[in-house]
């Protein structure tokens, strides 16, 4: 009974392929949130979903997509995967967009790029 | 801009003894400030945080925080360390209007030696 799971744990690709890590919570909250974390554990978000609506873009790519198909669900697809992709990507979740509300954070994607 | 700094990478402390792990930042209005713990190979779990009121909040595992404005600090502290704390520890700062945008710090590593 996982509050946010993401799929795969580990992902070792090429560089310039296409790749999507997946994620879910079944807590049903309306916000869902992805953040990078770097070599250096320095943790940043990229983008976040309040009832399938994108409210925060930061400054990402835009080979970096992500795709909201309901409020349990939040995916990112990378194009075109650089060196520089490699991280960890976390998903999070919170019942609304609030700093008051907390955020829950899955496990992880390690993503290599080769 | 927001920003949150933690000035020590690595901290080693035995097993029994007191703990504080240091958290500064900088933010033009009252923070909503946060600790996250990631232990190995998992996500980060929120052991505290501070939205208002009472300066010297309590958390799970036993860990306290105090939020001082005149330092801009919210240092965490634990009086007996345990093995099990061993783990990397995120100081957060949140956005009182907005979306749930959170600004972590780059981590300090906890040792815990026997």
């Known amino acids: 009974d996982t509050a946010v799971s993401q799929t795969p744990k580990y992902l070792v690709t090429q560089m310039g392929n296409d790749k999507s890590i997946k994620c879910e919570q079944n807590l049903g909250h309306d916000t869902m949130y992805w953040y990078k974390q770097d070599s250096k554990k320095f943790l940043k978000i990229m983008f976040s979903?309040?009832?399938?609506?994108?409210?925060i873009n930061e400054t990402v790519p835009n080979r970096f997509s992500p795709k909201s198909p309901d409020k349990a669900h939040l995916n990112l697809h990378i194009n075109s995967l650089e060196l520089g992709d490699s991280a960890v990507y976390f998903c999070?979740?919170?019942?609304?967009?609030?700093?008051?509300?907390?955020?829950?954070f899955g496990p992880g994607t390690r993503l290599t790029v080769l | 801009a927001q920003s949150v700094t933690q000035p020590d990478i690595h901290i080693t402390v035995s097993e029994g003894a007191s703990l504080e792990l240091r958290c500064n930042y900088s933010y033009g209005a009252t923070p909503y400030l946060f600790w996250y713990v990631q232990s190995p190979g998992q996500g980060l779990q929120l052991l505290l945080k501070?939205?208002?009121?009472?300066?010297l909040v309590q958390g799970i595992k036993g860990f306290e925080a105090e939020f001082k404005r005149s330092q801009s600090s919210f240092n965490l502290r634990k009086p007996s360390v345990h093995w099990s704390d061993a783990a990397e520890y995120f100081c957060a700062v949140g956005e009182q209007t907005g979306a749930n945008n959170l600004f972590f710090g780059t981590g300090t590593r906890l040792t815990v030696i026997p």
């Open positions: 979903y309040n009832n399938k609506e994108l409210i």
């Open positions: 501070y939205f208002s009121g009472d300066t």
């Open positions: 999070a979740s919170s019942r609304a967009p609030s700093s008051t509300d907390t955020q829950y």
